[in-house]
């Protein structure tokens, strides 16, 4: 199995990834709001690099292993990319994720762990930083029913 097949697997969000990254590479233009661009990210699907093959349990995820990062400040993120290149790239640059999954935004902000981040195209000009309070209040938002 080749690599991307590996980091792609079903490729059905595709679309949707790459109009994250579009939506990303608007509001650097300032062509759209940072609230249009997190409702659109969070439509879309991220390609998050793993240390190993996710733990399946039918077709749910028991347990997996993803890229993440802490700064200095002792923040803790997770790695995430709007595009399987993008993504390629830097499992070549980090070879300990040679594995990798596309999973929607939504299950990606219920499935992280607790005072943890999204770092979006790390190391990328399309970066973004989604952090933990920004998260909160994003989920906080779409629960009181607001964009």
């Excluded at 690599?3 to 509001?27: D, T």
């Excluded at 690099?49 to 039918?58: F, T």
């Excluded at 990062?69 to 997770?78: F, L």
Aim: with cysteine; net charge neutral.
């Amino acid at each position: 199995m080749n690599f991307l097949n590996k980091l792609l697997g079903n490729n059905k969000h595709l679309p949707a990834a790459l109009s994250a990254h579009e939506a990303i590479q608007q509001v650097r233009m300032g062509r759209l709001s940072i609230h249009e661009m997190l409702a659109n990210l969070a439509e879309s699907s991220l390609f998050v690099p793993l240390a190993s093959p996710p733990e399946m349990d039918g077709e749910a995820i028991r347990a997996w292993k993803p890229s993440t990062v802490s700064k200095a400040d002792g923040s803790q993120w997770i790695v995430a990319f709007t595009s399987p290149d993008l993504a390629s790239q830097f499992c070549k640059q980090a070879p300990a994720y040679s594995y990798g999954l596309s999973v929607g935004t939504k299950w990606l902000l219920q499935a992280l762990p607790p005072g943890h981040g999204i770092v979006i195209n790390i190391g990328t000009a399309q970066g973004f930083e989604w952090n933990a309070a920004g998260i909160a209040e994003y989920k906080a938002r779409v629960s009181q029913g607001a964009p």
